[in-house]
């Protein structure tokens, strides 16, 4: 086989929290960026070069290659990284030989993206343990968002969500205590934002004033009806 053009070194030398990202389409791209500014360090495979290029410097290694080839794999040492994410989305095939590829090697922290129900489906059965839908979920969340009772939405699993929204009038100038919110409304308000001010962590002694945000959380249907209340 022909030898690997890598950028950035051996990337079978990582340090032990390091991440390989297969695929660097605008999901995996901004994933490996973002774990870069985060201090992780990250290998990142593409086939496409104009991909590759973009991206020469700003990951620790890129490498232009396929990574549906066993062989490729070996080479680049990616059954070493801990974590590794597929990030291939509209190329169904290439992400389920890659991702079957992974399990094979035993590598035991795989995220892999979903672009449909059933490629997820078939995911999951593949055994991947963590198949993410960043397209159905980002749709999800910015609906609420679009709604306009909330600031932010965080889709958690379960059934529970966690929202950023403003509290309704009838609990300005109640300690949260006194207001009994978790009863009266089955929700947990987690963090307060006083207007000009930071995030301070909600206590049943908080009392909440105008212009206030709040972080609150709980099961979907209550966090969406405490945002509607007014
Ligand atoms: P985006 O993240 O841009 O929304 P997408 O969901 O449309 O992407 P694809 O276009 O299938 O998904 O793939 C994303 C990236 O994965 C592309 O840059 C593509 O070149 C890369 N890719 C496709 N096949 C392979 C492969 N066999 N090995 C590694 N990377 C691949």
């Known amino acids: ?5 890598i950028f950035g070194g051996d990337p079978a030398r990582n340090s032990s929290d390091a991440v390989a990202v297969i695929g660097l389409g605008r999901f995996g791209a901004s994933l490996a960026l973002e774990l870069m500014a985060g201090g992780t360090e990250v290998l990142g495979i593409d086939p496409v070069e104009s991909v590759v290029q973009d991206l020469n410097g700003k990951l ?4 232009r290659a396929d990574a549906t080839g066993e062989e490729v ?3 680049l040492g990616v059954a070493e990284y ?5 990030a291939i ?6 992400s389920i030989l890659t991702t079957s590829l992974l399990l094979r090697f035993g590598v035991k922290d795989i995220w892999a993206k979903a672009v449909s129900e059933a490629h997820g489906t078939i995911l999951q059965q593949l055994g991947v343990p963590h198949v993410v839908f960043p397209e159905r979920d980002m749709g999800r969340r910015v609906a609420h968002l679009v709604r306009g009772s909330m600031q932010d939405y965080v889709d ?4 529970y ?6 509290p309704p009038s009838s609990l300005i100038g109640k300690s949260l205590g006194q207001a009994d919110v978790r009863k009266a409304h089955g929700v947990t308000i987690v963090a307060r934002h006083p ?3 930071e995030w301070e962590d909600a206590t049943p002694s908080t009392v909440l004033a105008s212009g206030d945000l709040v972080l609150v959380t709980g099961r979907k249907r209550r966090v969406e009806a405490f945002a509607a209340l007014t």
């Open 195 to 197: 207007d000009g001010g």
């Open 89 to 94: 989305g509209s190329h169904l095939e290439a």
């Open 156 to 159: 958690l699993e379960a059934g």
């Open 1 to 5: 086989m022909a030898r690997l053009h």
């Open 60 to 63: 620790t290694h890129v490498v």
């Open 161 to 166: 969500a966690l929202i950023k929204t403003r």
């Open 82 to 86: 801990g974590r590794v994410v597929v």
């Open 73 to 75: 794999l070996r080479q």
